[in-house]
C-alpha cells in the first residue's frame, strides 16, 4: 500500500504540450521542400527523373490503395442516389446543387488563399522542371500498376 502512494504523480508536474511550435517547424519543411523542388533544374537529368520517378510511383501506390476503396464509396453512393432518383423516392434539385457548388468553390478560392499559392506554386514546379515531370508521370503510372 505504501508502495503505491510513493508512485502518485502530482500534477505540477506535467507539462503543457505547445502545438505551435510543431506547426511553426512542419509550415518550415513545407517551404524548404518547395524552395529545393524549384532548384531542381541545377541538378543532372538523370536526378531529376529518379526524384520525379520516386515520388510518382509512392503518390501512384498511395492513390491506388487510398483510391479503390474512396471510388468504391462514391460510386456505391452514387448508383444508389440514381436508383432513389429514378425509382421516385428522391428528386434533386440540380439548380440548387449548381448554385451550392459553384458559391463553394468561390468561397474556397477566397477564403483560402494558401490552397491556391500552393497549386500555382507546384504547377510551376512542374512547368519549369519537364524532367521531374516526366518522371513523376512515369512513377505515378508504375505505382498505380503495382
Keep these: 500500500m505504501a508502495e503505491a502512494e510513493n508512485n502518485i504523480v502530482e500534477e505540477d508536474s506535467f507539462e503543457v504540450l505547445d502545438l505551435t511550435e510543431l506547426a511553426n517547424r512542419g ?6 521542400v518547395l524552395q ?3 532548384n531542381f533544374a541545377t541538378y543532372q537529368p538523370a536526378s531529376q527523373i529518379a ?3 520516386t515520388g510518382g510511383l509512392v503518390v ?8 479503390r ?4 464509396a462514391v460510386g456505391g453512393g452514387l448508383l444508389i442516389m440514381q436508383v432513389a432518383h429514378q425509382t421516385g423516392y428522391v428528386t434533386i434539385n440540380w439548380r440548387k446543387v449548381n448554385r451550392d457548388a459553384n458559391r463553394a468553390q468561390r468561397n474556397l478560392r477566397d477564403e483560402h488563399p494558401a490552397i491556391n499559392s500552393t497549386i500555382s506554386k507546384i504547377k510551376e514546379i512542374f512547368k ?3 524532367a521531374v ?6 512513377g505515378f503510372l508504375m ?3 503495382t
Design 51 to 53: 526524384i520525379g520517378g
Design 69 to 72: 476503396v474512396v471510388a468504391s
Design 133 to 138: 515531370s516526366v518522371g513523376f508521370a512515369g
Design 36 to 38: 529545393n523542388a524549384r
Design 60 to 67: 501512384g501506390y498511395l492513390f491506388k490503395k487510398v483510391g
Design 143 to 145: 505505382g498505380m500498376a
Design 27 to 32: 509550415n518550415s519543411l513545407y517551404e524548404r
Design 128 to 130: 519549369s522542371n519537364a
